[in-house]
């Protein structure tokens, strides 16, 4: 299983960014799939979960940091989970992981780096 994110970039304190993850397989196959962010020296933390099976109407979850600001999706179409995150703050610049999760398999995609600068 291969995740494949993008979307990461540079961009000022109250702006927008849109994460992809897009998977090698159906991601309706995964029981859920997310995203995480680290920081040198931090542990990586979870910022957003998304069911994925298809009768779920997929169902999410939220870091309290970013509730209100960052929405998580998925096209089963695309195969792919989204980010939508506004109102980035310089809290929020973190290499951004997608992650993917089949009963005991955990799936990492390679990281995308999300930078919030004046």
């Known amino acids: 299983v291969q995740l494949q994110a993008s979307g990461g970039g540079l961009v000022q304190p109250g702006g927008s960014l849109r994460l992809s993850c897009s998977a090698s397989?159906?991601?309706?196959?995964?029981?859920?799939m997310g995203w995480y962010r680290q920081v040198p020296g931090k542990e990586r933390e979870l910022v957003a979960t998304?069911?994925?099976?298809?009768?779920?109407?997929?169902?999410?979850t939220y870091a309290d940091s970013v509730k209100g600001r960052f929405t998580i999706s998925r096209d089963i179409s695309e195969n792919s989970v989204y980010l939508q995150m506004n109102n980035l703050q310089p809290e929020d610049a973190a290499v951004y992981y997608c992650?993917?999760?089949?009963?005991?398999?955990?799936?990492w995609g390679q990281g995308t780096l999300v930078t919030v600068s004046s």
């Open positions: 992650n993917g999760r089949n009963g005991p398999r955990i799936y």
């Open positions: 998304i069911n994925t099976k298809i009768r779920t109407g997929g169902s999410t």
């Open positions: 397989i159906r991601i309706f196959s995964m029981d859920v």
